[in-house]
């Protein structure tokens, strides 16, 4: 029998947890189960959730508030189709509501996971398309966007692009607007990436956000891919990871889909309610195929505990799963003295992403940029930045001025 | 200048709560304020977001972990699209990851709100359609229905029928299955709805889960419509409100869509983190059109705190929208001996909904909808239950013996 399974933790000072655990296996599956007739018992089998394990945490002298339980159960495929949306609601639907319980793992199952093609690039196909294999790719974010022309647009995104960066996303508040509709931020932006490369001689993936009705969002990329559109930026938790299979999933659609976080922080925060980062942004992510995901670092200015981005990357290139490994894009009040650090924990195969790292340079974005190239440099030959900054590196250095190095 | 609003809680034993207001203002917005220069703050003035207020609640002697702030921020329409993924997005994106933060409440501006035709029958509408304006509605929900055939399913329906409820709805983890497809479910059921009402002479809606892939869900509810369909039930939250919001605004959809609360759980419950129950549930649901909205009620197994309850029904029913007013469904847990409490509560503009009440009555599915039939009419007469059940009705007077009366 093909199943699924759900991790919870749940909280009670007084619960059997075993018990709770049973009344969850039966209430979201079959129903009811000890009422059942031996005959209809026999029918239903197939389709009953069965309570894997439970671990009861209770430290002598627990203060109130304190005991819990890890309980792992397992949900037949037969009982749902093969979405996110089904899965979901069979998990983690009507439970969410009862009490302190939160989805921390889920595991799926072959029959499942055969429905999601996963990551169309993945780690490896950005690699490819940018020509970088040996090092951490650099992202930078457009800042400030919101009422810019074209003109001002295009301007801003040259600076970055002539830093030597390799991934440019807009802003995740950049929707569809009349100064700046998608296909005409493409046209303009991958002009200036054009004339960028003649200089740095670097590939450059822009990530234009893909905004609009939901019905819509097919053919507004296909729109900006047609327009020269090398990349999408895509606010999967606003409008759900069905949304984001179905883009991945389109053979048309190909071009990277960078995942943004937003709304995030409405599910993964409490330790007892809601869904772990790793399922949210880790798991499910990969799943619907986002070939990039962003999620706060543990190192900046939005912070996210680092046993939690650790296990976001976990799931994110785990090799447990047969889809392509999505790229982790660990954000937020990165800067240059940060890098050693990002590449410890993350290793070679990261995107460093910033925005006020770079845009907020003391000597401007392009240095900026720049700042960021050469810490990347320094931290893979294993060079103290602070040395490396000296050597003949000023933007390094200024950076590691006005915002410190490795803490 | 149009402008929507959010208020927030934030929870910080330190902070300078004017002061974070102001830098999310701003960086939600336009991103930076104080270095630009002035021509530029000229032109990007109609773009910032305004702190409108901030009450910081610091009582003398709080504990740590008690100060709080409720901040509310007006953002330009100007900066969004007209469609709520843009606005939760503008409104909660990034900050729902940046410390203690909860969205409590959202303010649609005229503007935004002429984007939203809302639900398209409403309270007044369902009224309507079964004829009934003078009494709360009942619904009663399919119990383990996942593996029942075609014939076993019309059997439940029709033990539910005959005890003269007003709606019944799938089971929310009913998804697509080969054995009972929703045209087959509604075909099945809907024929058994007629049969019934020769019984009993009432109308009946049938909300049949509409599940499977986003962009086949219309053509799904219009295959249901086509098969007779006369009511649709959602998970609104595993897809997303923009779906709902396509699927309310589309004029083949002509019937009315039931709003389940799924996933719900993991938003609303934490006083520090995600979206409040009556944003979620109240004014959101009706903003995307839904015509009625489950949610756990006060009372029953599931429950939720009374003051959430009232605060989504207000959403629900506010005179400050310009569409319709969504009927509140307050479910999970509910008895026959609670119906005064909802009467109370809710007043009449209310569907008492029921799975275990009736079909777990000691007399059976049919008794159990007789005694909600006999508690709502006892209600409404202001005869107290007990001495209702007394004068003739064995079914109320079984089911308060089973479960008791107001609480």
């Not at 900046?300 to 976990?314: F, H, L």
Request: charged letters at 20%; hydrophobic letters at 40%; a negative charge.
């Amino acid at each position: 029998m093909s199943r699924c399974t759900a991790t919870y933790r749940l909280y009670d000072d007084k619960a059997d947890f075993r018990k709770k655990a049973e009344s969850i296996a039966v209430g979201m599956t079959v129903g009811s189960w000890t009422e059942l007739p031996q005959a209809k018992r026999e029918s239903m089998q197939k389709h009953l959730g069965e309570v894997l394990q439970v671990d009861v945490h209770e430290p002598e002298g627990a203060a109130p508030g304190e005991r819990y339980a890890d309980v792992t159960i397992a949900y037949p495929d037969i009982n749902f189709s093969r979405d996110i949306p089904a899965l979901l609601v069979t998990v983690f639907g009507k439970i969410s509501m009862d009490g302190k319980i939160k989805l921390n793992r889920l595991g799926f199952s072959d029959h499942f996971v055969q429905g999601f093609p996963g990551p169309k690039f993945g780690i490896a196909g950005i690699r490819d398309i940018l020509g970088v294999h040996d090092r951490p790719l650099l992202m930078s974010i457009f800042k400030s966007v919101i009422g810019l022309n074209a003109d001002e647009l295009r301007e801003q995104f040259l600076r970055q692009a002539l830093a030597g960066v390799d991934l440019i996303k807009d802003d995740e508040i950049l929707f569809e607007n009349e100064l700046t509709p998608i296909e005409k931020r493409v046209e303009v932006c991958l002009k200036a990436a054009e004339a960028a490369q003649k200089e740095t001689g670097k590939k450059l993936l822009y990530a234009a956000n893909l905004t609009g009705p939901t019905s819509s969002l097919k053919s507004q990329a296909k729109k900006a891919i047609g327009a020269g559109a090398n990349a999408l930026l895509f606010n999967v938790l606003s409008y759900g990871y069905d949304v984001l299979h179905e883009l991945s999933s389109d053979p048309e659609i190909n071009v990277p889909i960078a995942a943004h976080p937003a709304l995030a922080g409405a599910f993964y925060p409490s330790p007892h309610y809601g869904i772990s980062a790793s399922v949210l942004l880790g798991q499910l992510m990969r799943l619907a195929g986002a070939d990039l995901v962003l999620f706060p670092s543990p190192y900046g200015s939005v912070t996210m505990p680092k046993a939690e981005n650790m296990a976001i990357r976990d799931e994110l290139i785990s090799r447990e799963l047969p889809m392509k490994a999505s790229m982790p894009v660990p954000s937020a009040g990165i800067h240059p003295g940060l890098v050693p650090l990002i590449l410890r924990d993350f290793g070679t195969d990261v995107v460093v992403n910033a925005g006020g790292g770079i845009h907020g340079h003391p000597m401007g974005t392009e240095a900026g940029g720049r700042a960021f190239v050469q810490a990347i440099a320094a931290a893979q030959q294993s060079i103290p930045l602070a040395q490396y900054a000296e050597d003949g590196h000023p933007e390094l250095k200024a950076a590691l001025d006005a915002w410190g190095g490795e803490r």
